[in-house]
C-alpha cells in the first residue's frame, strides 16, 4: 500500500482507464483512496502525439500504480476526426447540432470493452473511468446511460460481474479540480497532466476547447476558494 492508498475503503482491485489527462488522473488517485490495489491501462489510438501516453507513464510511477499500455490504433483509422487526422483542422466551438470533430467514434466503447477483458485476467471487477455528462463535449460516449448499458453489455458478454465507476460523471470541470485538491494532488493534476488537444503538458495551449474547459473549471475552483477565505 502506497501513500495515496492509505485508508482504502474496499479490499478489492481496480482498473483504471488512464490517459494521462486531468479527469483520469483525478480519477485514478480516486481509486487509490477506495480500492486496496490500483492498475491502469492507457491506449494508443492513433492520436497525433505520444506525449499524453509518457504522462500517463511519470504519474503512474508517481502512483506506484501498474500501467499497461496498448495499441489500438485501428480506432483513429475507423472514422474521421481532428485528434488523429492532422489534416483536419480542429473546431474550436462545438457546431450547431453536430458533435465537434474531436470527437473519436467508438473511442470509450473500445477502451471500456478492453479494459474489461484485462480485468477480467487479472480478476479485478471494478472499472474506472473520468467521462462525464456535464462536461461531456457532446460526446455521446461520455454519457450515463451509455455507461450504463455497456457495463450489462459487458456483463452478460464475459459472465461477469464488473461494476464499471464514473466519479466525475455529474460534477463540472471546477468541482473535479475540487476533488483533486480534496485528494492532495492539486499539483500534480495542474503541472504533469497532459489534457491538451496541441499535445502541450500542464495549462497546455491555451485555445483549443480541452484547454478552454480545463482553465475555466480551474478559474471558477480558485475563485471560490479565494471568496472562503476572504470571508
Keep these: 500500500m502506497n501513500a495515496y492508498s492509505e485508508g482504502a475503503t474496499s479490499i478489492e482491485q481496480a482498473l483504471v482507464v488512464f490517459s494521462g489527462g486531468q479527469d483520469s488522473t483525478t480519477c485514478l488517485f480516486w481509486a487509490l483512496k477506495h480500492f486496496s490495489k490500483v492498475h491502469a491501462i492507457t491506449f494508443g489510438y492513433g492520436q497525433k502525439h505520444s506525449a499524453e501516453i509518457e504522462c500517463a507513464r511519470k504519474i503512474a510511477d508517481l502512483a506506484k500504480v501498474d500501467l499497461h499500455f496498448m495499441d489500438v490504433s485501428f480506432i483513429g483509422k475507423l472514422g474521421t476526426n481532428s485528434l488523429t487526422d492532422t489534416s483536419i483542422e480542429m473546431d474550436q466551438e462545438k457546431p450547431a447540432g453536430s458533435y465537434p470533430n474531436t470527437f473519436v467514434p467508438g473511442r470509450n466503447l473500445f477502451f471500456l470493452s478492453i479494459a474489461a477483458v484485462y480485468a ?25 446511460s451509455f455507461i450504463k448499458s455497456l457495463n450489462v453489455t459487458l456483463n452478460l458478454a ?13 460534477i463540472d470541470k471546477a468541482q473535479t479540480w475540487e476533488m483533486a485538491d480534496r485528494l492532495g494532488v492539486l499539483d500534480i493534476v495542474r503541472n ?24 475555466t473549471g480551474l478559474e471558477a475552483y480558485l475563485l471560490s476558494q479565494k471568496t472562503v477565505i476572504d470571508k
Design 158 to 170: 464475459m459472465d461477469n460481474q464488473f461494476v464499471i465507476h464514473t466519479p466525475l460523471m455529474w
Design 192 to 215: 504533469e497532466t497532459l489534457t491538451c488537444y496541441n499535445g502541450i503538458k500542464g495549462d497546455g495551449c491555451g485555445h483549443c476547447p480541452a484547454c478552454k474547459l480545463r482553465r
Design 120 to 144: 477480467r485476467e487479472k480478476g479485478i471487477r471494478h472499472i474506472v473511468t473520468g467521462v462525464s455528462q456535464t462536461d461531456f463535449s457532446g460526446y455521446p460516449d461520455c454519457r450515463d
